[in-house]
T-cell receptor, first 114, second 111 residues
Framework: SQTIHQWPATLVQPVGSPLSLECTVE??????LYWYRQAAGRGLQLLFY??????ISSEVPQNLSASRPQDRQFILSSKKLLLSDSGFYLC?????????????FGAGTRLSVL | KQEVTQIPAALSVPEGENLVLNCSFT??????LQWFRQDPGKGLTSLLL?????REQTSGRLNASLDKSSGRSTLYIAASQPGDSATYLC??????????FGTGTRLTVIP
């Protein structure tokens, strides 16, 4: 069966520090991968999605970047965190390139930038 | 751009009551609509997925309906239980490989 792992679960970082959140998927190959953010009191927002190694699409301009160095690994990064980067970050994967299938979500990372 | 709205933002009901959560979306050109459950500080659990060609889906005490032409969906929960307390999110999928989420309804079922 397929599983998705996301870590760390909780992170507290000072403003200006770097960030690296990692997401890995097991039990499938060539998945679509997604990073979402849920800011306090707001809905989920798609940040990045990837349909293959090295292929990243960004949905909104921001202080973050994403990379996919391996087929089942998706990394969310920042060189210098801002206060506004605080939120709940979710990684997800889906079975194929069509938008018709369910996305499966990780447990999330709660990031607090102080 | 697609906008998804959920009403009410919060709902409290006594245990055993039936309840309805509402979701509306502005662009009817969707592939599907999903209802998710989110427990505090945790990821999402997919509850039901309705394809654009379908009218409803059922799973246990949950029933979701979709009226694509009017841009509306409802999630019906029968015989609510305290364990149903969570935030419920609806999301629509567009051809851009994207999910558009509502802001959720926070449900509290009082024992």
């Amino acid at each position: 069966s397929q599983t998705i792992h996301q870590w760390p679960a909780t992170l507290v970082q000072p403003v200006g520090s770097p960030l690296s959140l990692e997401c890995t998927v097991e039990g499938t190959s060539n998945p679509n991968l997604y990073w979402y953010r849920q800011a306090a009191g707001r809905g989920l927002q798609l940040l990045f999605y990837s349909v293959g190694i090295g292929q990243i699409s960004s949905e909104v301009p921001q202080n973050l970047s994403a990379s996919r160095p391996q087929d089942r690994q998706f990394i969310l990064s920042s060189k210098k965190l801002l206060l506004s980067d605080s939120g709940f970050y979710l990684c997800a994967w889906s079975m194929d390139r069509l938008a018709k299938n369910i996305q499966y979500f990780g447990a999330g990372t709660r990031l607090s930038v102080l | 751009k697609q906008e998804v709205t959920q009403i009410p933002a919060a709902l409290s009901v006594p245990e055993g009551e039936n309840l309805v959560l509402n979701c509306s979306f502005t662009d009817s050109a969707i592939y599907n609509l999903q209802w998710f459950r989110q427990d505090p500080g945790k990821g999402l659990t997919s509850l039901l997925l309705i394809q654009s060609s379908q009218r409803e889906q059922t799973s246990g005490r949950l029933n979701a309906s979709l009226d694509k032409s009017s841009g509306r969906s409802t999630l019906y929960i029968a015989a609510s239980q305290p364990g149903d307390s969570a935030t419920y999110l609806c999301a629509v999928t567009t051809g851009a490989n994207n999910l558009f989420f509502g802001t959720g309804t926070r449900l509290t079922v009082i024992p």
